[in-house]
Nanobody
């Protein structure tokens, strides 16, 4: 059974940094994975994606501030978030498409079959 467990969320002042982690278990890890977020009263949006070959993609709102990476040996996905803004406040989720190999960037939540429980990020002024 595929399980994704996020960690690393918390409260930080604007301009600060956080690193989120997502540990995967229960399947072959070299999959397309992504980070999504959902703010209060907002739709869930794709933030960053990475494929089996390490090709990454970012939403315009986080480009040059966030970095997605993966450690295949540890089955762990990361999201380094720098220069955080108040509008980055949201529940952050990691997701996996569910393939043993996947190429491309995917920003739509319906393109992912597996989801973690989420970790809250709160940015204050």
């Amino acid at each position: 059974q595929v399980q994704l467990v996020e960690s690393g969320g918390g409260s930080v002042q604007a301009g600060g940094s956080l690193r989120l982690s997502c540990t995967a278990s229960g399947y072959a890890y070299r999959d397309c994975m992504g980070w999504f977020r959902q703010g209060s009263g907002k739709e869930r949006e794709g933030v960053a994606t990475i494929d089996s070959d390490g090709i990454v993609g970012y939403a315009d709102s986080v480009k040059d501030r966030f970095t997605i990476s993966r450690d295949n040996g540890k089955n762990t996905l990361y999201l380094q978030m720098n220069s955080l803004k108040i509008e980055d406040t949201a529940m952050y989720y990691c997701a996996a498409r569910g393939f043993s190999y996947c190429s491309g960037t995917y920003f739509r939540d319906y393109q992912y079959d597996y989801w973690g429980q989420g970790t809250q990020v709160t940015v204050s002024s």
